[in-house]
Protein backbone atom coordinates (compact mmCIF):
# COMPACT_ATOMS: atom_id res chain seq x y z
CA UNK A 1 0.00 0.00 0.00
CA UNK A 2 2.69 2.37 0.76
CA UNK A 3 4.10 2.39 -2.25
CA UNK A 4 0.54 3.41 -3.99
CA UNK A 5 1.00 6.71 -2.12
CA UNK A 6 4.05 7.57 -3.17
CA UNK A 7 4.13 10.88 -5.02
CA UNK A 8 3.56 11.17 -9.10
CA UNK A 9 6.59 8.79 -9.94
CA UNK A 10 9.84 10.61 -11.81
CA UNK A 11 8.79 9.28 -14.99
CA UNK A 12 4.98 10.69 -15.16
CA UNK A 13 6.53 13.72 -16.86
CA UNK A 14 7.85 11.70 -19.55
CA UNK A 15 4.59 9.91 -20.04
CA UNK A 16 2.87 13.36 -20.31
CA UNK A 17 5.24 14.11 -23.35
CA UNK A 18 5.12 11.07 -25.16
CA UNK A 19 1.50 11.01 -25.10
CA UNK A 20 0.36 14.49 -24.88
CA UNK A 21 -1.60 16.22 -22.41
CA UNK A 22 -4.48 17.99 -24.61
CA UNK A 23 -6.61 18.68 -22.08
CA UNK A 24 -9.53 19.36 -24.59
CA UNK A 25 -12.77 19.14 -23.31
CA UNK A 26 -14.06 17.28 -26.76
CA UNK A 27 -14.78 13.57 -26.25
CA UNK A 28 -12.15 11.24 -26.97
CA UNK A 29 -13.03 8.76 -29.80
CA UNK A 30 -12.40 4.97 -28.29
CA UNK A 31 -13.28 3.65 -31.94
CA UNK A 32 -10.83 5.68 -33.45
CA UNK A 33 -8.04 4.83 -30.85
CA UNK A 34 -9.02 1.51 -31.14
CA UNK A 35 -8.55 1.38 -35.25
CA UNK A 36 -5.68 3.90 -35.26
CA UNK A 37 -3.88 1.06 -32.53
CA UNK A 38 -4.72 -1.93 -34.17
CA UNK A 39 -4.58 -3.56 -30.61
CA UNK A 40 -8.10 -5.40 -31.67
CA UNK A 41 -5.85 -7.23 -34.71
CA UNK A 42 -3.26 -8.36 -31.78
CA UNK A 43 -5.65 -9.63 -29.48
CA UNK A 44 -7.67 -11.96 -32.40
CA UNK A 45 -3.99 -13.69 -33.31
CA UNK A 46 -3.78 -14.11 -29.43
CA UNK A 47 -7.06 -15.89 -29.71
CA UNK A 48 -6.29 -17.21 -32.44
CA UNK A 49 -2.87 -18.28 -31.90
CA UNK A 50 -2.80 -19.64 -28.30
CA UNK A 51 -5.11 -22.59 -27.78
CA UNK A 52 -7.28 -22.51 -24.36
CA UNK A 53 -5.99 -19.75 -21.79
CA UNK A 54 -9.40 -18.49 -21.82
CA UNK A 55 -8.62 -16.56 -18.33
CA UNK A 56 -5.30 -15.27 -19.41
CA UNK A 57 -6.87 -14.27 -22.76
CA UNK A 58 -9.70 -12.24 -20.31
CA UNK A 59 -6.99 -10.72 -18.27
CA UNK A 60 -4.94 -9.59 -21.40
CA UNK A 61 -7.75 -7.66 -22.95
CA UNK A 62 -8.71 -6.29 -19.69
CA UNK A 63 -4.65 -4.96 -19.32
CA UNK A 64 -5.11 -3.73 -23.25
CA UNK A 65 -8.64 -1.92 -22.67
CA UNK A 66 -6.47 -0.54 -19.15
CA UNK A 67 -3.87 0.97 -21.03
CA UNK A 68 -6.12 2.47 -23.62
CA UNK A 69 -8.35 4.13 -21.20
CA UNK A 70 -5.40 5.56 -19.27
CA UNK A 71 -4.07 7.10 -22.38
CA UNK A 72 -6.76 8.19 -23.60
CA UNK A 73 -7.18 9.89 -20.22
CA UNK A 74 -4.05 11.43 -20.52
CA UNK A 75 -4.62 12.63 -23.80
CA UNK A 76 -7.61 14.58 -22.54
CA UNK A 77 -5.79 16.10 -19.22
CA UNK A 78 -6.85 13.71 -16.77
CA UNK A 79 -3.21 13.72 -15.30
CA UNK A 80 -2.68 11.07 -12.39
CA UNK A 81 -0.09 8.93 -11.43
CA UNK A 82 0.86 6.65 -15.07
CA UNK A 83 -0.83 3.27 -13.92
CA UNK A 84 0.98 0.60 -13.41
CA UNK A 85 1.06 -2.18 -15.30
CA UNK A 86 3.71 -4.91 -13.39
CA UNK A 87 2.13 -8.18 -13.68
CA UNK A 88 3.50 -11.52 -12.23
CA UNK A 89 3.09 -14.91 -14.50
CA UNK A 90 2.91 -17.77 -12.34
CA UNK A 91 2.35 -21.88 -13.83
CA UNK A 92 4.84 -24.86 -14.43
CA UNK A 93 7.04 -25.13 -17.26
CA UNK A 94 5.77 -24.78 -20.71
CA UNK A 95 2.15 -23.34 -19.62
CA UNK A 96 3.19 -20.44 -21.95
CA UNK A 97 4.31 -17.55 -19.60
CA UNK A 98 6.68 -16.46 -22.42
CA UNK A 99 4.85 -16.61 -25.60
CA UNK A 100 2.10 -14.76 -23.47
CA UNK A 101 4.94 -12.14 -22.35
CA UNK A 102 5.98 -11.49 -25.84
CA UNK A 103 2.22 -10.95 -27.03
CA UNK A 104 1.40 -9.05 -24.05
CA UNK A 105 4.56 -6.45 -25.09
CA UNK A 106 3.23 -6.37 -28.60
CA UNK A 107 0.26 -5.56 -27.56
CA UNK A 108 1.55 -2.59 -25.18
CA UNK A 109 3.26 -1.22 -28.28
CA UNK A 110 0.67 -1.26 -30.53
CA UNK A 111 -1.28 1.46 -27.87
CA UNK A 112 1.69 3.19 -27.73
CA UNK A 113 1.87 2.25 -23.87
CA UNK A 114 5.46 1.13 -24.86
CA UNK A 115 7.83 2.95 -26.86
CA UNK A 116 9.64 -0.48 -28.43
CA UNK A 117 7.53 -3.27 -27.17
CA UNK A 118 10.79 -5.50 -27.13
CA UNK A 119 10.99 -8.52 -24.44
CA UNK A 120 14.41 -8.78 -22.47
CA UNK A 121 14.22 -12.01 -20.54
CA UNK A 122 16.55 -12.19 -17.58
CA UNK A 123 17.51 -14.81 -14.85
CA UNK A 124 19.32 -14.73 -11.93
CA UNK A 125 22.30 -15.23 -13.39
CA UNK A 126 22.29 -12.15 -15.80
CA UNK A 127 20.71 -9.61 -12.81
CA UNK A 128 22.73 -10.85 -9.84
CA UNK A 129 26.66 -10.82 -9.60
CA UNK A 130 29.20 -12.44 -7.44
CA UNK A 131 31.47 -10.24 -6.14
CA UNK A 132 30.42 -6.82 -4.40
CA UNK A 133 30.27 -4.54 -6.76
CA UNK A 134 29.41 -6.77 -9.51
CA UNK A 135 25.00 -6.50 -9.19
CA UNK A 136 24.56 -3.01 -9.37
CA UNK A 137 26.19 -2.74 -13.12
CA UNK A 138 24.63 -5.95 -14.50
CA UNK A 139 20.91 -4.74 -13.29
CA UNK A 140 21.09 -1.47 -14.95
CA UNK A 141 22.56 -3.21 -18.08
CA UNK A 142 19.01 -5.63 -18.25
CA UNK A 143 17.22 -2.47 -17.10
CA UNK A 144 18.89 -0.13 -20.15
CA UNK A 145 18.43 -2.99 -22.10
CA UNK A 146 14.59 -3.34 -21.43
CA UNK A 147 13.31 0.50 -21.39
CA UNK A 148 10.52 1.13 -23.66
CA UNK A 149 9.84 -3.06 -23.50
CA UNK A 150 8.94 -5.34 -20.97
CA UNK A 151 11.50 -6.92 -18.64
CA UNK A 152 10.63 -10.53 -18.07
CA UNK A 153 12.11 -12.02 -15.10
CA UNK A 154 12.31 -15.77 -15.38
CA UNK A 155 12.07 -17.99 -12.50
CA UNK A 156 11.84 -14.74 -10.61
CA UNK A 157 12.28 -16.59 -6.69
CA UNK A 158 15.46 -17.31 -7.07
CA UNK A 159 16.61 -13.26 -6.88
CA UNK A 160 15.89 -14.10 -3.07
CA UNK A 161 17.78 -16.42 -0.35
CA UNK A 162 16.22 -15.84 2.78
CA UNK A 163 18.77 -16.62 5.31
CA UNK A 164 22.24 -15.54 3.07
CA UNK A 165 23.78 -12.27 4.24
CA UNK A 166 25.62 -12.72 1.56
CA UNK A 167 23.55 -13.00 -1.41
CA UNK A 168 23.00 -10.30 -3.83
CA UNK A 169 19.89 -11.14 -4.37
CA UNK A 170 17.99 -8.18 -2.00
CA UNK A 171 20.39 -5.34 -4.12
CA UNK A 172 19.23 -6.58 -7.13
CA UNK A 173 15.38 -6.29 -5.76
CA UNK A 174 16.13 -2.87 -4.27
CA UNK A 175 16.98 -1.74 -7.94
CA UNK A 176 13.90 -3.63 -9.53
CA UNK A 177 11.70 -1.79 -7.26
CA UNK A 178 13.09 1.53 -7.86
CA UNK A 179 12.61 0.84 -11.78
CA UNK A 180 9.07 -0.50 -11.41
CA UNK A 181 7.85 2.54 -9.11
CA UNK A 182 9.60 5.50 -11.12
CA UNK A 183 10.55 4.17 -14.44
CA UNK A 184 6.78 2.95 -14.77
CA UNK A 185 6.20 4.51 -18.48
CA UNK A 186 9.29 3.44 -19.92
CA UNK A 187 9.09 -0.56 -18.87
CA UNK A 188 6.52 -3.10 -17.52
CA UNK A 189 7.97 -5.77 -15.27
CA UNK A 190 6.61 -9.58 -15.87
CA UNK A 191 8.10 -11.85 -12.95
CA UNK A 192 7.41 -15.27 -13.96
CA UNK A 193 7.78 -18.43 -11.67
CA UNK A 194 6.00 -21.26 -10.04
CA UNK A 195 3.31 -20.48 -7.57
CA UNK A 196 4.51 -21.41 -4.64
CA UNK A 197 7.66 -20.69 -4.59
CA UNK A 198 6.93 -16.46 -6.01
CA UNK A 199 4.93 -16.78 -2.77
CA UNK A 200 8.07 -17.18 -0.71
CA UNK A 201 9.68 -14.30 -3.02
CA UNK A 202 6.38 -11.98 -1.90
CA UNK A 203 6.42 -12.67 1.53
CA UNK A 204 9.99 -12.09 1.62
CA UNK A 205 9.87 -8.65 -0.18
CA UNK A 206 6.12 -7.37 0.06
CA UNK A 207 7.40 -3.76 -1.21
CA UNK A 208 7.73 -5.91 -4.60
CA UNK A 209 4.29 -7.48 -3.76
CA UNK A 210 2.90 -4.26 -3.99
CA UNK A 211 4.39 -3.19 -6.95
CA UNK A 212 2.25 -6.04 -9.23
CA UNK A 213 -0.88 -4.64 -10.84
CA UNK A 214 -1.81 -8.21 -11.96
CA UNK A 215 -1.25 -11.63 -11.03
CA UNK A 216 -2.36 -14.37 -13.72
CA UNK A 217 -1.82 -18.10 -12.77
CA UNK A 218 -1.17 -20.30 -16.29
CA UNK A 219 -2.84 -23.89 -15.95
CA UNK A 220 -1.71 -26.83 -17.31
CA UNK A 221 -3.00 -27.84 -20.34
CA UNK A 222 -5.23 -30.81 -20.55
CA UNK A 223 -4.69 -33.55 -23.13
CA UNK A 224 -7.05 -32.05 -25.86
CA UNK A 225 -5.47 -28.94 -25.56
CA UNK A 226 -1.95 -30.26 -26.26
CA UNK A 227 -2.92 -32.14 -28.88
CA UNK A 228 -4.59 -28.91 -30.52
CA UNK A 229 -1.04 -26.58 -29.61
CA UNK A 230 0.40 -30.30 -31.57
CA UNK A 231 -1.78 -29.25 -34.40
CA UNK A 232 -1.08 -25.61 -34.44
CA UNK A 233 2.75 -26.45 -34.79
CA UNK A 234 2.60 -28.91 -37.26
CA UNK A 235 0.35 -26.72 -39.50
CA UNK A 236 2.55 -23.31 -38.67
CA UNK A 237 5.57 -25.53 -40.21
CA UNK A 238 3.47 -27.49 -42.92
CA UNK A 239 3.28 -30.26 -41.52
CA UNK A 240 -0.12 -32.60 -40.96
CA UNK A 241 -1.42 -35.56 -39.53
CA UNK A 242 -2.61 -38.55 -41.58
CA UNK A 243 -5.44 -40.28 -40.68
CA UNK A 244 -4.11 -42.20 -37.35
CA UNK A 245 -1.90 -40.12 -36.72
CA UNK A 246 -3.65 -37.87 -34.53
CA UNK A 247 -4.69 -39.95 -32.26
CA UNK A 248 -1.48 -42.18 -32.03
CA UNK A 249 -0.07 -38.66 -31.22
CA UNK A 250 -2.30 -38.37 -28.20
CA UNK A 251 -1.62 -41.79 -26.30
CA UNK A 252 2.14 -40.81 -26.79
CA UNK A 253 1.37 -38.31 -24.79
CA UNK A 254 -1.06 -39.65 -22.77
CA UNK A 255 1.38 -41.26 -20.40
CA UNK A 256 3.75 -38.03 -20.36
CA UNK A 257 1.41 -36.04 -18.72
CA UNK A 258 1.93 -37.36 -15.26
CA UNK A 259 5.83 -37.88 -16.01
CA UNK A 260 8.49 -35.87 -13.68
CA UNK A 261 9.76 -34.03 -16.74
CA UNK A 262 6.29 -33.07 -18.32
CA UNK A 263 6.69 -29.67 -19.18
CA UNK A 264 3.77 -29.23 -20.82
CA UNK A 265 3.66 -26.78 -24.33
CA UNK A 266 7.72 -27.61 -24.17
CA UNK A 267 6.98 -31.30 -23.97
CA UNK A 268 4.48 -30.70 -27.00
CA UNK A 269 7.11 -28.89 -28.78
CA UNK A 270 10.41 -31.03 -28.64
CA UNK A 271 7.96 -34.40 -29.27
CA UNK A 272 7.36 -32.72 -32.49
CA UNK A 273 10.68 -32.00 -33.36
CA UNK A 274 11.68 -35.86 -32.73
CA UNK A 275 8.65 -36.87 -34.84
CA UNK A 276 9.65 -34.48 -37.48
CA UNK A 277 13.67 -36.36 -37.57
CA UNK A 278 11.67 -39.69 -37.36
CA UNK A 279 9.87 -39.13 -40.72
CA UNK A 280 12.93 -37.21 -42.38
CA UNK A 281 14.42 -40.66 -41.58
CA UNK A 282 11.83 -42.84 -43.10
CA UNK A 283 11.67 -40.77 -46.55
CA UNK A 284 15.62 -41.36 -46.50
CA UNK A 285 14.91 -44.89 -46.35
CA UNK A 286 12.67 -44.87 -48.64
CA UNK A 287 14.48 -42.89 -51.24
CA UNK A 288 13.25 -42.28 -54.89
CA UNK A 289 10.56 -39.51 -55.54
CA UNK A 290 8.20 -37.90 -53.19
CA UNK A 291 5.56 -35.14 -53.58
CA UNK A 292 5.03 -32.23 -51.51
CA UNK A 293 1.98 -33.88 -49.53
CA UNK A 294 4.06 -36.64 -48.72
CA UNK A 295 7.05 -34.09 -47.74
CA UNK A 296 4.21 -32.86 -45.19
CA UNK A 297 2.68 -35.84 -43.72
CA UNK A 298 3.38 -37.58 -40.82
CA UNK A 299 2.05 -41.04 -40.16
CA UNK A 300 1.57 -43.27 -36.71
CA UNK A 301 4.93 -45.23 -37.69
CA UNK A 302 6.87 -41.67 -37.19
CA UNK A 303 5.41 -41.38 -33.68
CA UNK A 304 5.89 -44.48 -32.41
CA UNK A 305 9.54 -44.84 -34.06
CA UNK A 306 10.11 -41.44 -32.53
CA UNK A 307 8.83 -43.02 -28.99
CA UNK A 308 11.15 -45.92 -29.35
CA UNK A 309 14.19 -43.30 -30.29
CA UNK A 310 13.40 -41.17 -26.60
CA UNK A 311 13.64 -44.38 -24.79
CA UNK A 312 17.32 -45.00 -26.44
CA UNK A 313 18.17 -41.71 -25.68
CA UNK A 314 16.72 -42.04 -22.18
CA UNK A 315 18.15 -45.30 -21.36
CA UNK A 316 21.80 -43.79 -22.33
CA UNK A 317 21.31 -40.56 -20.49
CA UNK A 318 20.67 -42.95 -17.63
CA UNK A 319 24.17 -44.70 -18.28
CA UNK A 320 25.46 -41.35 -18.53
CA UNK A 321 24.55 -40.61 -14.99
CA UNK A 322 25.94 -43.58 -13.73
CA UNK A 323 28.69 -42.40 -11.48
CA UNK A 324 32.28 -44.11 -12.29
CA UNK A 325 33.57 -46.96 -10.39
CA UNK A 326 36.66 -45.51 -7.98
CA UNK A 327 39.34 -48.01 -7.65
N1 LIG B 1 -1.58 -21.89 -25.42
C1 LIG B 1 -0.63 -22.21 -26.29
N2 LIG B 1 -0.91 -22.32 -27.60
C2 LIG B 1 0.04 -22.65 -28.48
N3 LIG B 1 1.32 -22.93 -28.15
C3 LIG B 1 1.65 -22.84 -26.85
C4 LIG B 1 0.71 -22.47 -25.86
N4 LIG B 1 1.33 -22.47 -24.65
C5 LIG B 1 2.60 -22.82 -24.87
N5 LIG B 1 2.80 -23.04 -26.18
C6 LIG B 1 4.08 -23.42 -26.81
O1 LIG B 1 4.77 -24.23 -25.86
C7 LIG B 1 6.14 -23.88 -25.80
C8 LIG B 1 6.52 -23.47 -24.38
O2 LIG B 1 5.85 -22.25 -24.06
P1 LIG B 1 6.56 -21.11 -23.18
O3 LIG B 1 8.03 -21.13 -23.41
O4 LIG B 1 5.83 -19.85 -23.43
O5 LIG B 1 6.23 -21.64 -21.73
P2 LIG B 1 6.77 -21.10 -20.32
O6 LIG B 1 5.60 -21.11 -19.40
O7 LIG B 1 7.49 -19.83 -20.52
O8 LIG B 1 7.75 -22.25 -19.90
P3 LIG B 1 9.00 -22.24 -18.86
O9 LIG B 1 8.43 -22.06 -17.50
O10 LIG B 1 9.58 -23.57 -19.06
O11 LIG B 1 9.89 -21.10 -19.30
C9 LIG B 1 6.35 -22.79 -26.84
O12 LIG B 1 6.83 -23.38 -28.03
C10 LIG B 1 4.97 -22.22 -27.05
O13 LIG B 1 4.83 -21.72 -28.34
MG1 LIG C 1 9.51 -19.39 -20.22
Redesign the pocket.
Known sequence: MAAEQIGPAASDAAWGASHHAGGTDGPVDIGEALRRSDVLAALDEIDR?????EQVKARIRDIAAFALVALLRHSAGLTGATPTLHMCFT?R????????ALRMARVLKRLGYLSQGHLVVATRADLIGRYVGHTAPKTRDVLGKATGGVLFV?EAYHLYRPGNERDYGLEAIEMLLEAMENRRAELVVILAGYKEKMRGLFAGNPGLHSRIAYHID?PDYTLAELTQ?AD?MLSQQMYRWDSEARSAFREYLRPLLCGPDF????T??NAIDRIKLCQAWRLVRQGGRVGKQELMRIDAADIRQSRIREEQVGEQENLDRIPEKTT
Open positions: ELVGLGPGTGKTTVDFILANGRVR
